[in-house]
T-cell receptor, first 117, second 116 residues
């Protein structure tokens, strides 16, 4: 069964520092996609970054990068130069069967990131 | 503007009174999904739909029904709500073509449900 684990319930980071949010996953499917979402206190879910299991390079989107270590089944989110507006809940998610016609999507329990000024 | 809309945004109801939460998307997406979010548990998928008339159970389908009669709409039905269905509900949609970042899900604003 597929599973997503986020082991850090909460983190405090000083503004302008880089931060790494951990995510490990478990799947037997060789084809899958990994996502990170941000949920600010207002409640909306904001897509940040995507990594496909066959992608050769780590995904990057502005200040966000995904440290994809396939053999370790980890997909950590790295935020460079953190800002006060980065304070939010962050969720890692996985979709198995990337090109299949039917697949579930599962989420981790989330990490609450707080940026200190 | 590309968006997923949900109604109502807030709902207080009583045990056993049937309710429907509507979800609509204007992006012609094939894949639509319902999640519930509870503290410490993240988001858990209730049901998903790959296209019109094609639905399947997620991880927590008990007590919920869905239908997909039109591509843009994917209502969530609680036939007999119970207090343990008090939660924050999200609808989401995505394209299923080609995979990759294009398959990322767009989320609705959420519906806060309280069942007394």
């Amino acid at each position: 069964a597929q599973k997503i684990t986020q082991t850090q319930p909460g983190m405090f980071v000083q503004e302008k520092e880089a931060v790494t949010l951990d995510c490990t996953y478990d799947t037997s499917d060789p084809s899958y996609g990994l996502f990170w979402y941000k949920q600010p206190s207002s409640g909306e879910m904001i897509f940040l970054i995507y990594q496909g299991s066959y992608d050769q390079q780590n995904a990057t989107e502005g200040r966000y990068s995904l440290n994809f270590q396939k053999a370790r089944k980890s997909a950590n989110l790295v935020i460079s130069a953190s800002q006060l507006g980065d304070s939010a809940m962050y969720f890692c998610a996985m979709r198995e069967g990337r090109y299949s016609s039917a697949s579930k999507i599962i989420f981790g329990s989330g990490t609450r990131l707080s940026i200190r000024p | 503007e590309a968006q997923v809309t949900q109604n109502p945004r807030y709902l207080i109801t009583v045990t056993g009174k049937k309710l429907t939460v509507t979800c609509s998307q204007n992006m012609n997406h094939e894949y639509m999904s319902w999640y519930r979010q509870d503290p410490g548990l993240g988001l858990r998928q209730i049901y998903y739909s790959m296209n019109v008339e094609v639905t399947d159970k997620g991880d927590v389908p008990e007590g919920y029904k869905v239908s997909r009669k039109e591509k843009r709409n994917f209502p969530l039905i609680l036939e007999s709500p119970s207090p343990n269905q008090t939660s924050l509900y999200f609808c989401a949609s995505s394209s299923t073509s080609a995979g990759g970042p294009g398959e990322t899900q767009y989320f609705g604003p959420g519906t806060r449900l309280l069942v007394l």
